[in-house]
């Protein structure tokens, strides 16, 4: 786990990598599923790329550092390397998306709302909008938001997410953590780095989130 005034990663020269993965961050989660513990991967980024981005990873890397990075696991078995989304994407957040009940555990302490979001991130980025400005995926914490924004203010909450500076809001509820369960009044999508995740809409998701669960050379 990165801590300030720490240096991130470990030098790497001429280590031979464990996977060997080109393409955007579901291509990398997929990579990483069953992977086995701390593996070492050499990633080559597409520019859809949201970890490459968060990281400074752009084009691929000469390899010389293996930094550690936070993974997301899922409760149906699948991981994220940098979000998951229930409800919809802050990006595209519209005036007529309805709200529905919700309830967020994080570490154990709950909260209920009324929202039509919820984002879990270890990383910063979300399809190039700073929606995380405080997000690491090397810190060993996941950032919570719950959006409950009401319509009038969510183009005006759009408009500041590329530079950041739609937090702090009254109408979007910040936690960190680790172990995150999010429990929704109705049926709703979720999407998980940057994809819809599955065929069907779902009403609760836990996710929980293992520092350093791998190993990525830049």
């Known amino acids: 786990?990165?801590?300030?005034?720490?240096?991130?990663?470990?030098p790497a020269d001429g280590a031979s990598a464990d996977l060997e993965v080109a393409g955007d961050d579901t291509a990398l989660a997929v990579a990483l599923v069953g992977a086995g513990a701390d593996p070492l991967v050499r990633f080559?980024?597409?520019?859809?790329?949201?970890?490459?981005?968060?990281?400074?990873?752009?084009g691929g890397g000469p390899g010389t550092m293996a930094v550690p990075v936070d993974l997301l696991r899922l409760?149906?078995?699948?991981v994220a390397v940098n979000a998951v989304v229930v409800g919809v994407p802050p990006d595209r957040l519209r005036w007529w998306h309805r709200p529905f009940a919700v309830e967020v555990v994080v570490d154990g302490t709950a909260f209920s709302a009324r929202g039509?979001?919820?984002v879990v991130a270890t990383g910063q980025f979300l399809r190039g909008f700073d929606v995380s400005p405080r997000g690491h995926?090397?810190?060993g914490w996941c950032e919570v938001q719950v959006y409950a924004v009401p319509p009038g203010?969510?183009?005006?909450?759009?408009?500041?997410l590329r530079s950041g500076s739609h937090l702090p809001h009254p109408g979007i509820t910040t936690r960190r953590g680790r172990s995150v369960e999010v429990r929704c009044g109705r049926?709703?999508?979720?999407?998980?780095?940057?994809?819809?995740?599955?065929a069907k809409r779902i009403r609760s998701v836990s996710v929980e989130?293992?520092?350093?669960?791998?190993?990525l050379l830049i």
Do not use: Y
């Open 1 to 10: 786990m990165i801590r300030k005034g720490e240096e991130w990663g470990t």
């Open 44 to 58: 080559v980024p597409s520019p859809a790329s949201d970890l490459a981005r968060a990281v400074g990873l752009p």
């Open 75 to 78: 409760d149906d078995g699948g």
């Open 116 to 118: 039509t979001t919820v």
């Open 137 to 139: 995926p090397g810190d």
């Open 153 to 160: 203010q969510r183009r005006p909450m759009r408009s500041r």
């Open 187 to 198: 049926a709703v999508d979720v999407e998980v780095d940057g994809k819809k995740a599955a």
């Open 209 to 215: 989130l293992v520092p350093a669960g791998f190993r």
